[in-house]
């Protein structure tokens, strides 16, 4: 099992400019969610995604949106981009249902850098 | 909103030693996880707690729901400890929330 990915590793741009970022869940989980990590702080929820549609979010404007596939790996997708938006972009996948929390499972991160 | 606030925000200390870091937040959960932070920046989870304690090796994580306060303990520590670790609660709806994260740096 090669746990969470993601893709591309390192990733520049410049302000303006588009950008989409790629996260395949581990085997068995449907559930992903997107979290951003500026430099020096702790992560800040962005959005969660299940059966396709967008279930929770986080304080981030609509300039980040995402999607979810048939085989629930998920795309982020940030427009017009800020110098703020440089982060590292890490995506968790778990698997819903039962009774209680499943554990989230972290995935290596995108590290932005936007000029 | 929850707040998670950890202690202490960085830590050097002598390989060998015992070494505790401890979070705390403001607002009930259902789950609390440590989760470990390398310079790469992928980050490992080490624990989810929900009550009392669990032991992984040389690591020890404890909670207290109703003092809303955990602690991660690691025995024998080694420079590959160094890392920084992230305290993590799931509550509401909103995902998790984070704390800033403890800086730990083991010398020989």
């Known amino acids: 099992d090669a746990g969470v990915t993601q893709s591309p590793t390192h990733l520049i741009k410049t302000r303006g400019q588009q950008v989409t970022l790629r996260c395949s869940p581990k085997s068995g989980h449907d559930t992903v969610s997107w979290y951003q990590q500026a430099l020096g702080q702790g992560p800040q929820f962005i959005f969660q995604y299940y059966e396709e549609e967008e279930r929770q979010r986080g304080n981030f404007p609509d300039r980040f949106s995402g999607h979810q596939f048939p085989n629930y790996s998920s795309e982020l997708n940030v427009n017009a981009l800020l110098l703020g938006d440089s982060a590292l972009y890490l995506c968790?996948?778990?698997?819903?249902?039962?009774?209680?929390?499943?554990?989230?499972?972290f995935g290596p991160g995108t590290r932005l850098t936007v000029l | 909103k929850n707040e998670v606030e950890q202690s202490p925000q960085n830590l050097t200390a002598q390989e060998g030693e015992f070494i505790t870091i401890n979070c705390s937040y403001s607002?009930?959960?259902?789950?609390l996880h440590w989760l470990q932070q390398h310079p790469g920046g992928g980050i490992v989870s080490l624990f989810m707690l929900s009550s009392g304690k669990k032991k992984h090796g040389r690591l020890i994580a404890t909670i207290n729901i109703q003092e809303k306060h955990s602690s991660l303990h690691i025995t024998a520590s080694h420079p590959r400890d160094s890392a920084v670790y992230i305290c993590?609660?799931?509550?509401?709806?909103?995902?998790?929330?984070f704390g800033k994260g403890t800086h730990l740096i083991i010398q020989p």
């Open positions: 607002v009930g959960i259902s789950a």
């Open positions: 968790a996948s778990r698997k819903t249902g039962g009774s209680s929390y499943n554990e989230q499972f």
């Open positions: 993590a609660v799931k509550g509401g709806a909103d995902g998790l929330t």
